[in-house]
T-cell receptor, first 111, second 112 residues
C-alpha cells in the first residue's frame, strides 16, 4: 500500500532564501508524482507533474526531482517570495491510478 | 487555469437536510474524483469515476453517494446531513490514467 510522507510539517523562511520541501513514498513502483499548492480554504493548484521515467521537472522558480530507488521527491523553490506562502502537497499515483496524498508542508515566507 | 468548477463554495445547513454538491469540468476528462479534507489534514479519496455510469467508493468510507450521467458532471449527494459531515469537499479530474490532476476550488460544508 502506497503511503506518502512530507517533512517538515511547517517551515518558515526569510524572503529570498532558496528552500527544499521533502516528500517520501513507500512503494517505489509509483506511476508519476505531482506537486500541488493549496492556499487557505481553497482548492489545489497543480505545480508540476513528474512522470515515473523522469528525474526532474522545472517550471519557473520551481524544480521538482524524483528518485524512485530511494522513494523520495523534492521540490526546490528558488528566491522565495511572500506570495509563495501556502501549503505544498505531494501526491503519488498508485497502481490503481489513484493519487495518494501526503500531509503537506505549510510554508511561510517572511518579508 | 483549470476548467473545473464546484458549487456552492460555502454551505451551512441543518442536520437531516439533503444536499448535493456540484462539480463540473469542461476539459472532456474521463476520470473524476471526490476528496474529503478536514482542516489541517490530508486529502482522502471518497469516490471516483472512470467514465459515464461508472462510480466506485474510495479509500475513506463515506455516507455520501455520487452519480456520473454525463462526462462533465459528477455531483455528490448526502441524503441526511450530520455534524460529522462537516468538512471541505474537493473535486478533481484527469484525462486517462496517471496524468496531471486538476482540482476545483472546493466546497466547505458546515452541518449545524
Amino acid at each position: 500500500k502506497q503511503e506518502v510522507t512530507q517533512i517538515p510539517a511547517a517551515l518558515s523562511v526569510p524572503e529570498g532564501e532558496n528552500l527544499v520541501l521533502n516528500c517520501s513514498f513507500t512503494d517505489s513502483a509509483i506511476y508519476n508524482l505531482q506537486w500541488f499548492r493549496q492556499d487557505p480554504g481553497k482548492g489545489l493548484t497543480s505545480l508540476l507533474l513528474i512522470q515515473s521515467s523522469q528525474r526532474e521537472q522545472t517550471s519557473g522558480r520551481l524544480n521538482a526531482s524524483l528518485d524512485k530507488s530511494s522513494g523520495r521527491s523534492t521540490l526546490y523553490i528558488a528566491a522565495s517570495q511572500p506570495g509563495d506562502s501556502a501549503t505544498y502537497l505531494c501526491a503519488a499515483y498508485n497502481q490503481g491510478g489513484k493519487l495518494i496524498f501526503g500531509q503537506g508542508t505549510e510554508l511561510s515566507v517572511k518579508p | 487555469e483549470a476548467d473545473i468548477y464546484q458549487t456552492p463554495r460555502y454551505l451551512v445547513i441543518g442536520t437531516g437536510k439533503k444536499i448535493t454538491l456540484e462539480c463540473s469540468q469542461t476539459m472532456g476528462h474521463d476520470k473524476m474524483y471526490w476528496y474529503q479534507q478536514d482542516p489541517g489534514m490530508e486529502l482522502h479519496l471518497i469516490h471516483y469515476s472512470y467514465g459515464v455510469n461508472s462510480t466506485e467508493k474510495g479509500d475513506l468510507s463515506s455516507e455520501s453517494t455520487v452519480s456520473r450521467i454525463r462526462t462533465e458532471h459528477f455531483p455528490l449527494t448526502l441524503e441526511s446531513a450530520r455534524p460529522s459531515h462537516t468538512s471541505q469537499y474537493l473535486c478533481a479530474s484527469t484525462r486517462g490514467g496517471f496524468t496531471e490532476a486538476f482540482f476545483g476550488q472546493g466546497t466547505r460544508l458546515t452541518v449545524v
